[in-house]
């Protein structure tokens, strides 16, 4: 199995950028659908966004409402989320997750995915 490593949170002002980073090893990046979800104190685990294997299907949840947008390099084995005008309703945890699949699509359910990251923590101050 391989290892998924997230990057990049941090403490941001309202109105501000983050990219988060999600490094891969030990699989062939490039068979993985891979997807960023969040966890707010207190609350479950949401999608925030899913991009397919060649990168070009994307899905956000409605409440990025154009404010991110999520990319990957497949050779370098990174997937990247890119976050603007961010919201304190926006300070969670959030996890990559991959999963392996024949199927150039992206993945929205949390149960498909089968390697997670530890997470990195966002924290967007008011």
């Known amino acids: 199995q391989g290892q998924l490593v997230e990057s990049g949170g941090g403490l941001v002002q309202a109105g501000g950028s983050l990219r988060l980073s999600c490094a891969a090893s030990g699989r062939t990046f490039n068979m993985y659908a891979m997807g960023w979800f969040r966890q707010a104190p207190g609350k479950g685990r949401e999608f925030v966004a899913g991009?397919?294997?060649?990168?070009?299907?994307?899905k956000y949840a409605d409440f990025v409402n154009g404010r991110f947008v999520v990319s990957r390099d497949n050779a370098k084995n990174l997937v990247y989320l890119q976050m603007n005008s961010l919201k304190p309703e926006d300070t969670a945890d959030y996890y990559c997750?991959?999963?392996?699949?024949?199927?150039?699509?992206?993945?929205?359910?949390?149960?498909?995915?089968?390697?997670w990251g530890q997470g990195t923590q966002v924290t967007v101050s008011s």
């Open positions: 997750a991959a999963k392996w699949t024949i199927s150039d699509d992206y993945v929205t359910s949390q149960d498909s995915y089968g390697d």
């Open positions: 991009i397919s294997r060649s990168g070009g299907s994307k």
